[in-house]
């Protein structure tokens, strides 16, 4: 099946610093991307949706100058956590598909995040 | 209410077991996936199904569009087994995978 990396795996960070997230589709060309958070205990929350090439769209309620998507090509994007506070500590998680309705999906291995 | 809602939350099997994990959704959705989320937080596919039943070894899932509810069975389970599953729905209005609405999870723990 496909291979999505996402990486860092873990990131421990100081307060008021940025974050980048990478997620890469490795054998397939990845049209769109979506990004997701999970609190402990809950359920996969979409925060936005990354297509090559031009802006991602957020989900209600996702400040997209905090949550900054980049998808400058068809096997990158990113995710940066700008001015990081406790409260963005969370579970990320990535996944990547062509963009078509009812594909299967591919995930990364997603990336916890600790804001100290 | 969440509109996709499985049960049980946390189920706890002795090897050997089958499992069966319960999946309902409330709204019009065009596709149902299983999602394996390993302790680490790794989210793998295991099934997409909009009808009817598919099987991959020791793991078997359906789907009844009728009664609006999905089952997930896990025959001969083993420690390894041990994970969140999660199902999700693609809704019916959506274009692209990005209008999915997750269940919370079920956390399955298989003792040797």
Not at chain 1, 23 to 43: E, G, H, I, N, V
Request: with cysteine.
């Amino acid at each position: 099946g496909a291979v999505v990396s996402q990486h860092p795996s873990r990131v421990i960070c100081k307060s008021g610093t940025s974050v980048k997230i990478e997620c890469r589709s490795l054998d397939f060309q990845a049209t769109t991307m979506f990004w997701y958070r999970q609190f402990p205990k809950q359920s996969l929350m979409l925060m936005a949706t990354s297509n090559e090439g031009s802006k991602a769209t957020y989900e209600q309620g996702v400040e997209k100058d905090k949550f900054l998507i980049n998808h400058a090509s068809l096997t990158l994007s990113t995710l940066t956590v700008t001015s990081a506070h406790p409260e963005d500590s969370s579970f990320y998680i990535c996944s990547a598909g062509g963009g078509k309705a009812n594909e299967k999906l591919f995930f990364g291995s997603g990336t916890q995040l600790s804001v100290l | 209410k969440n509109e996709v809602e499985q049960s049980p939350q946390n189920l706890t099997a002795q090897e050997g077991e089958f499992i069966t994990i319960n999946c309902s959704y409330s709204v019009g959705i065009s596709a149902l996936h299983w999602l394996q989320q390993h302790p680490g937080g790794g989210i793998v596919s295991l099934f997409m199904l909009s009808s009817g039943k598919k099987k991959h070894g020791r793991l078997i899932a359906t789907i009844n569009i009728q009664e609006k509810h999905s089952s997930l069975h896990i025959t001969a389970s083993h420690p390894r087994d041990s994970a969140v599953y999660i199902c999700a729905g693609t809704m019916n209005y959506g274009g692209s995978q990005g209008n999915l609405i997750f269940g919370k999870g079920t956390k399955l723990s298989v003792k040797p």
